[in-house]
């Protein structure tokens, strides 16, 4: 906190609610989602051996797309987080210096930054968007392709709509185990930048003494515990 800029700061409590995230989202999901899938799972295993396959089969299809999904583009993620990063410094460090920037030249200086890194972080977020739209897009259709198989394979099964029931909410369960992906690539992009900050393991020096000689009024000397007032106007070299 003391040796970094408050964006930064803020970027880092960022990462903390990722971290978070994960872990809440590994509890739901074990607890919840798994039993729910496994549980599906083996009700299709008594009903038909066939459609027992073909679920196993979609769901692991689905996880496997999404797994490779994720590890393709999770640098992505990483790129992006680091550019809000980046975004979050610029404006908090702008609004610090509102007060003492009296430059015209200076104000546009930090316009013009703030708005190359939003277009920057604009621009990468929807290239990041499309990628998981069309992943959702693949997990519907195969989920659609599921439901499909199922009532053209039984649909002469007086248990249809109890099956088509069932994997509804197989499905609604796998979507929501794929989630934990995109929070783990999350979480290993958070951490990583939040390990940062042991490994560079930078103490703040602590002074007891400062002195400043060669002045052309007077030598300044200042003392742990010493309170000094600077007084002059704009421009004289405070």
Not at 124 to 138: A, E, Q, T
Not at 204 to 229: E, H, R, V
């Amino acid at each position: 906190y003391q040796k970094n800029s408050s964006g930064e700061v803020i970027s880092k409590i960022n990462d903390l609610s990722y971290v978070k995230e994960m872990f809440f989202m590994i509890t739901e999901v074990l607890f919840v989602n798994a039993i729910i899938i496994i549980f599906c799972i083996s009700l299709f295993s008594f009903i038909s051996f066939y459609l027992f396959l073909i679920n196993s089969f979609i769901l692991l299809l689905i996880l496997t797309l999404n797994k490779l999904f994720y590890k393709k583009h999770s640098y992505k993620n990483y790129d992006l987080q680091i550019k809000n990063e980046i975004f979050i410094k610029n404006i908090s460090d702008t609004l610090n210096n509102v007060d003492v920037v009296k430059n015209l030249n200076k104000e546009e200086y930090f316009n013009n930054k703030i708005n190359k890194n939003y277009k920057s972080f604009i621009n990468d977020y929807k290239i990041l968007s499309k990628l998981y739209i069309n992943k959702s897009c693949v997990n519907k259709l195969l989920g659609i392709l599921l439901i499909i198989s199922s009532v053209y394979l039984f649909h002469e099964n007086t248990n249809i709509i109890f099956i088509i029931y069932v994997e509804t909410i197989l499905l609604d369960s796998i979507y929501s185990l794929t989630g934990v992906f995109e929070i783990y690539a999350n979480y290993k992009c958070a951490k990583k930048r939040l390990n940062k900050i042991y490994e560079e393991n930078i103490s703040i020096p602590s002074y007891d003494y400062i002195a400043i000689d060669k002045l052309t009024f007077n030598n300044l000397a200042l003392y742990k515990g010493d309170m000094l007032f600077v007084e002059g106007k704009t421009g004289s070299g405070k």
